[in-house]
């Protein structure tokens, strides 16, 4: 536990450390990396003031406060280990799975998002106008993103950097297809606008209706793979209230069969998940 608690600590200091220097290039970059995808996941859910760093060293706070919390009650390091191995992820699986409900509620607004514009290039409004009107009329879950659009370009009057920023706050693959088809006929021309945005409707609600069959056909293997997941490790709680019986994994023998068992839990987990669940649409249109 002794060298347990120092490389904690070293790598905690590491952390300190890191912070006082500032990453290279400022802002997080389009080139969809780890920390841009992970910046879109933390857009999506709503957390604001949080940076991709951040994230990660609230997880590890959180696995070193859980960790010394079980190691009082089951003061076995095994145990330990898993339990603040399964509690670091738990933020990030928080931040996911808000993400996840955030976007599957967006996805149901933008064909009603795509409409409001279809009729506001139909009644002879200018595209940015079109546009910043659906911080107003718009879906009231979409608005603010399309507020700050008309702050934006009331204060700078380019349309493309607006709409550059627009996309950066709503990380949404949907609203990149819709932007780049604006941004495409803002800078070419073009009369068939109303047209391409009734098609998108069109498409989007297709999408929507298709993917909603999908997904209640195959919500059922999503809730078996976490009940399977979580079982286990119910069980090993209730031997934890049993101090003969938690003694067993205080060795060795035990250690390895802990550990064996955490990574047989998440790989099958994330198999189970991979098979049954819809991909996620990329941003690549960032």
């Known amino acids: 536990m002794g060298v347990v608690v120092g490389l904690l600590l070293g790598v905690g200091l590491a952390c300190v450390w890191w912070s006082w220097w500032p990453r290279a290039g400022g ?3 389009r080139s969809g990396g780890w920390a841009a995808r992970v910046q879109d996941v933390l857009t999506q859910a709503e957390v604001t003031g949080v940076s991709p760093g951040g994230l990660v060293a609230a997880s590890a706070a959180v696995g070193l406060v859980v960790a010394a919390a079980s190691f009082l009650v ?8 898993c339990v603040a191995a399964f509690a670091a992820g738990a933020p990030w699986a928080l931040v996911r ?6 976007l599957a509620r967006a996805r149901e607004l933008w064909p009603d998002v795509v409409d409001h514009l279809a009729s506001g290039v139909r009644a002879g409004l200018a595209l940015p106008e079109a546009v910043a009107q659906l911080g107003d009329r718009g879906p009231a879950e979409l608005r603010a993103p399309f507020r700050a659009f008309a702050e934006d370009y ?16 709503l990380a949404d693959p949907v609203a990149d297809r819709i932007v780049e088809a604006l941004r495409l006929t803002r800078d070419v021309g073009g009369t068939d606008l109303g047209r391409l945005l009734r098609t998108l409707s069109s498409f989007l609600r297709d999408d929507l209706r298709t993917r909603g069959e999908l997904e209640a056909r195959q919500g059922w293997t999503v809730y078996a793979a976490r009940l399977a997941v979580a079982a286990p490790w119910v069980v090993l709680g209730m031997l934890a209230s049993r101090p003969e019986a938690i003694s067993a994994y205080d060795s060795p023998a035990g250690a390895v069969l802990l550990v064996a068992g955490a990574v047989v839990t ?6 189970m998940v991979r098979v049954a669940r819809l991909p996620d649409d990329p941003r690549v249109l960032r």
Do not use: I, Q
Not at 266 to 271: D, G
């Open 74 to 81: 089951v003061p076995v390091p095994a145990v330990t280990g």
């Open 27 to 29: 802002v997080v970059g």
């Open 154 to 169: 009331r204060a700078t009057g380019r349309f493309a950097d607006s709409l550059d920023a627009l996309k950066d706050r």
């Open 266 to 271: 998440v790989v099958a987990y994330r198999l």
């Open 97 to 102: 799975g808000r993400a996840r409900r955030r």
